[in-house]
Each structure stands twice: as C-alpha cells, then as structure tokens.
C-alpha cells in the first residue's frame, strides 16, 4: 500500500499487473534465475515499445503522464481486460482535486417502503459494502444483512458468512476488485480509509488480494449460498443504483428447488407490519453456533 500512501497509484498498478503476468503468457522464454515473479521491468518495456528508463519512470511515479498510445501498449502486454484497461487509463487521468464535502448515504423514504413490500431477499448497501436498510427475507437469508453490517467485513471475517458462500475464494475475489474499483480516485474518503485499514490489519485475505490491484465490477450475477435451515440454494442477484446508494435484490428460478426453498424461508419468517419490518430483526429459528 506504499504506493498509494504516496499517491503513486498509477506505478503501484503497473507492478502490481506484471507480477501476475508470466513469460510464457508473453511469449518469452522462462530462463533461468528469475529473482522477480512475472516480468521484469525491462520485458514490459520491450514488449511495449518504449525504452526501460521511460518505463521505469512511469513505475516510480516520475512520469505521471504518460500518452494513451503507451498505455495502450502496457494495457496490452499486460493483458488487461476492457475494465482494467479503463481503470488504468483513469489512474493517468486523475489529477488532484478540490476535496469535496462527504455527504452522509442516505436511503430514500420510498425505498424503505418499496423494501417492505418485497417478498424476496432485498437490501441496500453503500458504496463500501455497508448495509443500509434491508428487509425481513434479507435478515432471515443471513443475519449478517442487518443494517448496520458491513458485507466486505463479514465475508472475511465471519465465520459464519465464510461457510454461507459455495465459492467463498471467488466471492472474496469479487468484493475486494469491486471494493478498489469503487474507491477510484477517492482514496481520502474517510470510510474508505477505515475499512481497508482495518482488513489489512485483521485479514491475510485482504491483504494478499488489495495488493494484486485486481478490479471489477460487481453487478448482476448468480450465487450458490447454503443456507443453515433450508440449504443450498441458486439465486440470481441484481443490484440497482438508486441515487447514491445499491439496492440489491436476491431471487430464484420460478418454480424451482430454491424457490420453493426460498418460500420455506419466508413462512418460517415471523414478519412485523410492513411500515416497521425492514428494521427489525426477524426471528427465524438459526441452529445455535457452539
């Protein structure tokens, strides 16, 4: 995270991106005696067509602005997909700016009612994976998305949460490359700052995948969660952008195993009256952890 602290992103993205690529994904021999993993500084430089010293200026941030013809290149050597190659064209681009005011996330009067009247598991979040608001389906899916949770912190540190998820290495992967693609350039916003110091404190995890630089986005999708009552259950997942905050929603195949599964859940779910249930825990009976 030196590189960061230092506001050097873009040198600590371009070493970060060539350790992960190999010799032989560049078409160079493997030799012997490498003391560095993936490539070395002079490899990119040749494969990209610019001279070692430019490229090692560009590492150590002693040249902040390289032209799009170049980063093309290392986009390219460094076989960045199309949200890579964006994001690296981003960090070239930023440049300082005026701090500016942080406003508290707020969720919208109407999409705690709208909350309410779902039937599926639906929740907001924040821009770093705070739960905002959610409702009894949401709960009674995983305790852990009671406001006031943080979903990133649960993942790497419940573990609970840990055993809930089929694929909880992929699942870990996706939320720290959407948590550094989400931050961008606002590397002073004060939550940021707190949760990524406090999981590279208490998370081998975090810190292994925040220093690959990996990003991402985390939209729609599906997951395989096993739920401690009803079991494994395949649910699509879609989030919605709703002025500042994400309203995500859980849901399955119509007449399925999971959604009969699903409909289980929501019977064994003692709900309130709508106007107070999506900040209420529920009381769906969840085996005792020893």
Do not use: C
């Amino acid at each position: 995270m030196k590189d960061e602290e230092s506001g050097n992103r873009l040198g600590g993205y371009l070493r970060a991106r060539r350790e992960l690529v190999s010799p032989a994904q560049a078409g160079l021999p493997p030799g012997g005696n490498r003391r560095v993993p993936g490539l070395r500084r002079e490899e990119v430089a040749l494969l990209a067509g610019i001279s070692p010293d430019y490229y090692l200026r560009l590492e150590r941030g002693r040249d902040k602005n390289p032209s799009p013809q170049v980063l093309e290149s290392l986009a390219r050597v460094l076989r960045l997909d199309d949200i890579e190659r964006t994001y690296l064209l981003g960090l070239a681009a930023a440049r300082p700016r005026a701090p500016r005011r942080k406003r508290p996330e707020h969720v919208p009067a109407r999409v705690h009612e709208l909350l309410a009247h779902l039937q599926i598991p639906a929740f907001v979040e924040g821009r770093a994976f705070d739960v905002l608001a959610s409702n009894p389906m949401a709960v009674a899916l995983s305790p852990r998305l009671r406001p006031g949770r943080n979903r990133l912190r649960s993942l790497l540190l419940d573990p609970e949460e840990q055993a809930f998820h089929q694929d909880w290495t992929k699942a870990t992967a996706d939320f720290i490359a959407t948590l550094r693609t989400t931050i961008g350039d606002d590397t002073d916003n004060p939550r940021f700052v707190e949760l990524v110091g406090e999981l590279a404190l208490s998370s081998q995890r975090f810190r292994t995948l925040w220093a690959r630089h990996d990003v991402r986005s985390l939209d729609g999708g599906t997951t395989t969660v096993h739920h401690p009552v009803v079991g494994e259950l395949h649910l699509h997942r879609d989030k919605l952008p709703i002025d500042d905050v994400i309203l995500v929603v859980y849901y399955p195949d119509k007449d399925n195993d999971s959604d009969e599964k699903l409909r289980l859940l929501a019977a064994l779910t003692h709900t309130e009256p709508a106007s107070t249930a999506h900040n209420r825990p529920t009381d769906i009976p969840y085996p005792k952890t020893p």
